[in-house]
């Protein structure tokens, strides 16, 4: 596509997706929200950019990244769901703490956030590969 409407638009959409993902990640553990949803807005920023920029662009910018993320998203989500196992506790068993933070404002870290923080990688990784690799394909002339 080939619009500066188009491409402003997601210059200005894209740190947003960023930044509601953060936000999606951090509640999910306590509300509706979680890695698995961070990870879906994340590339559906990948994908609004790919659109807007173009896959040659897309492919240069995401290509080593992604492969990386999901084998570490698949080491995060496995540690920190099997971890608990090394305390003798059952698997996914998560425990947290909480800290104050001035202005009456809690700081709650969990294993959740680890897990989560595996998951969107995890779907960042796979989903963007997948994008990746469909981009890359050569469009082949239909033979009547």
Do not use: C, Q
């Not at 698949?74 to 003798?88: E, N």
């Amino acid at each position: 596509m080939n619009s500066l409407i188009f491409r402003e638009v997601t210059r200005a959409v894209y740190p947003a997706a960023i930044v509601f993902s953060l936000h999606l990640l951090m509640r999910g553990h306590d509300e509706p929200g979680g890695g698995f949803v961070a990870g879906l807005v994340l590339t559906m920023a990948v994908v609004l950019e790919t659109l807007a920029f173009g896959a040659e662009a897309a492919r240069r910018r995401y290509r080593l990244m992604l492969r990386p993320a999901l084998v570490l998203g698949l080491a995060i989500a496995l540690g920190s769901g099997l971890a608990p196992m090394f305390w003798g506790h059952p698997p996914l068993t998560f425990s947290s703490v909480s800290y104050r933070l001035p202005g009456d404002h809690v700081l709650k870290l969990s294993g959740t956030l680890a897990f989560d923080v595996g998951v969107v990688l995890v779907i960042i990784g796979s989903m963007g590969t997948a994008l990746v690799v469909m981009i890359g394909l050569k469009r082949t002339r239909a033979v009547p």
